[in-house]
């Protein structure tokens, strides 16, 4: 990684914009299908609008040619979305295509898919189930709405016979965190989680609470901000464990790691990248996200679990980190 640390803050709107649409879905019990609950996507391939990528760590323009070659330099790179907005999967499927292209072996880890489904994912990696089939049986509609978006950047793993990663936590048990904290849960729940769960990171629980209010303040359950900060860190730690059990296993020796994930778990280094280098002292890494530019919409049982909460740049001047190490932005929409 690059030595220069800069302080990168953003005032924005929360209610406006999507950062945890299924992990609170999931800690309001609302099902992850349908129109309902899906933020609607009217973003397509730019259309005329200005798009650019830019290294936050020199402030500068960059070519999406000379990030390719940056990212051979780090063992994982961190992909971090906004749920639902195509451009952001197709910048996914380019980064593993041209990753492949360029010689790199791969391997591909997703927060969409939980770990209990691992089983079914290595038959759909190694060819011998189609995309529909594995959606189907492991009920990907059900559990994570806009599922068909990963086709592309899985197809570019498949393809080449890469690895695919069910990386999170069942989403049964990241709702019971959230509802009642980690504490609570049953023997059979707290075994299916990484034995070590770290909450301590100050910084992080910061950002977590900042964002989070808006959804605490509008189900009125304030004191929930504890326990859902711990349904993020649950993630948070799941995803890292099972990506840091499978570098260091015999099958993942060698392999260049890309995960797909929300923003909210890789921004700053704090989420899941900071848990995997806990795991892996030393280990390299890269950080992308892509902006929303105003593209994502609310359905309207999301707007029931979102409260206009101003977020300004005195509220996030505890950040010490940049935002990722590369963001891909477009301008607004006229």
């Not at 030595?3 to 950062?19: K, M, W």
């Not at 909450?199 to 004191?223: C, I, R, S």
Request: overall charge negative; glycine content about 8%.
């Amino acid at each position: 990684m690059k030595a220069t640390i800069l302080t990168l803050t953003h005032a924005t709107r929360v209610a406006s914009i999507l950062v945890f649409t299924l992990v609170l879905a999931a800690l309001a019990g609302l099902p992850a299908d349908g129109a309902d609950n899906t933020a609607n996507t009217n973003a397509d391939a730019d259309s005329g609008r200005c798009s650019l990528w830019i290294d936050l760590y020199t402030g500068e323009p960059a070519s999406f040619a000379d990030i390719i070659e940056d990212l051979h330099q780090a063992r994982v790179i961190y992909l971090g979305e906004g749920h639902t907005l195509q451009r952001h999967h197709q910048i996914q499927a380019d980064v593993v295509n041209s990753l492949a292209e360029h010689g790199d072996t791969l391997v591909l880890g997703l927060e969409m898919l939980e770990t209990y489904m691992q089983p079914e994912v290595d038959r759909y990696w190694k060819g011998e189930i189609p995309f529909d089939t594995l959606a189907a049986r492991v009920n990907w509609p059900k559990r994570w709405a806009n599922y068909a978006q990963y086709r592309e950047p899985m197809e570019a793993a498949r393809r080449r016979g890469f690895p695919i990663l069910a990386l999170n936590a069942r989403r049964e048990v990241v709702h019971q965190v959230g509802m009642q904290g980690l504490d609570r849960l049953f023997a059979e729940d707290r075994a299916q989680l990484p034995t070590e769960i770290i909450f301590d990171q100050p910084m992080y629980e910061a950002q977590m609470n900042t964002v989070l209010q808006v959804h605490a303040k509008a189900m009125g359950m304030p004191g929930l901000l504890q326990t859902m900060y711990q349904a993020q860190v649950v993630r948070d730690e799941t995803m890292a464990n099972t990506l840091a059990e499978f570098l260091k296993s015999d099958a993942g020796r060698g392999r260049r790691a890309i995960v797909i994930l929300g923003a909210g778990h890789c921004q700053q280094g704090m989420g899941t990248p900071s848990r995997v280098r806990r795991r892996i002292p030393g280990i390299t890494d890269r950080i992308i996200v892509m902006s929303q530019s105003g593209d994502v919409e609310l359905s309207e049982a999301e707007k029931k679990l979102a409260s206009g909460v101003e977020i300004t740049h005195a509220q996030l001047g505890h950040l010490q980190a940049p935002l990722a190490d590369y963001l891909h932005i477009v301008s607004l929409r006229p």
